[in-house]
């Protein structure tokens, strides 16, 4: 009888280790991808950001500070890196610039240096400045390259619902938004994350209330900072509320309804006469209140807190005219027969 032979049984274990040394390598592979990608930032987006780091911080704590901003992706590659490259590397603290697309040395380099800490520098905006002045001023503290920063103004889109239906293009686009303040600026900042900070702040600073108050006068916001800016540039702060009774009056008036205010021809000449004549006040623009009805197209400077509420909450009067004294004060009338008797430095 013929003897048959036995067929070996496959070991299904050998099987299992097989795929378990084949799935382990896949995944050590693909971490090792990741880490390589991970330390030398080969797929981070380019994304740049200010960062505080307390002194003498440890890699641990700056990986999560890293990771919290978006910098980095993985807190534990980057503390081990960082242990094994920096050991006994202090950080001196301090707030730096940094950027995702950074590698991790270059982030330690720039971390762990008291050269790269950004310095800062403090500016106040003065109520009623405009938009070129404010641009200026920030050049000339060493905030901005001036004409990098007039080119954000002009053609920044900035993502707020007060800007909506400006047009990007023109130097004044923001114009009334620029809240003047003081602030705390970075040296040789990125014009755009300069700008927004003003832009935060007007957002704030006008308020719901304030946006229900303009709507129950018949305003826009757009409207109300216009009508607000011309306020700032023509009151003083003990009459603000009259004459913004006179510019509410006038938009009311079917006898006297030319804003005819002299800020806004100082807005279309471009400099701050003390007196301007009457040629000026025929100049054919559509900033000119004298020559056009109603409001102007947009605000003529950045009107603070104190003109915004006035504009909001003006006096009970029936005055039409004012007329700027020696001394600084308006005198004010309610009809044309007494302002041509009120003595007056303006035409």
Excluded at 124 to 146: N, R
Excluded at 157 to 179: A, C, Q, T
Excluded at 237 to 253: C, G, P, T
């Amino acid at each position: 009888m013929a003897t048959r032979k036995r067929r070996k049984k496959k070991n299904p274990f050998g099987l299992i280790y097989i795929a378990f040394i084949l799935g382990v390598s896949m995944l050590l592979s693909a971490w090792i991808i990741m880490s390589v990608n991970e330390l030398l930032a080969l797929a981070r987006p380019d994304y740049e950001t200010v960062i505080e780091i307390p002194k003498d911080a440890s890699h641990g704590e700056v990986a999560k500070i890293l990771k919290k901003n978006n910098v980095i992706e993985h807190r534990v590659l980057f503390t081990l890196f960082a242990t094994v490259s920096k050991r006994g590397v202090e950080y001196p603290g301090g707030e730096y610039k940094v950027n995702s697309n950074m590698d991790y040395r270059a982030l330690l380099r720039r971390l762990t240096s008291k050269k790269a800490v950004l310095n800062t520098v403090m500016v106040t905006i003065p109520e009623g400045y405009e938009v070129s002045q404010i641009v200026e001023l920030l050049a000339e503290k060493g905030v901005c390259d001036k004409a990098a920063l007039e080119d954000a103004v002009a053609n920044t889109d900035f993502d707020y619902d007060f800007l909506d239906g400006i047009p990007l293009g023109k130097s004044n686009r923001l114009e009334g938004y620029m809240f003047p303040d003081t602030y705390e600026f970075y040296k040789n900042d990125e014009p755009g994350r300069v700008i927004k900070k003003f832009l935060d702040n007007f957002n704030i600073k006008f308020n719901d209330e304030m946006k229900e108050r303009a709507r129950e006068l018949g305003f826009t916001t757009h409207e109300l900072i216009t009508f607000a800016s011309i306020v700032e540039r023509e009151a003083t702060a003990k009459d603000r509320e009259n004459i913004s009774s006179v510019f509410h009056n006038r938009l009311s008036s079917k006898t006297y309804p030319y804003l005819e205010s002299c800020a806004t021809v100082q807005y279309v000449l471009g400099e701050r006469k003390k007196i301007i004549s009457i040629a000026d006040t025929k100049i054919d623009n559509e900033y000119n209140t004298y020559k056009y009805k109603g409001l102007p197209p947009g605000p003529i400077a950045n009107p603070g807190l104190d003109a915004i509420e006035a504009s909001l909450y003006p006096s009970d009067t029936d005055y039409l005219f004012f007329a700027l004294q020696e001394d600084g004060t308006h005198k004010f009338s309610k009809t044309y027969e007494e302002h041509l008797k009120t003595p007056k430095i303006n035409p």
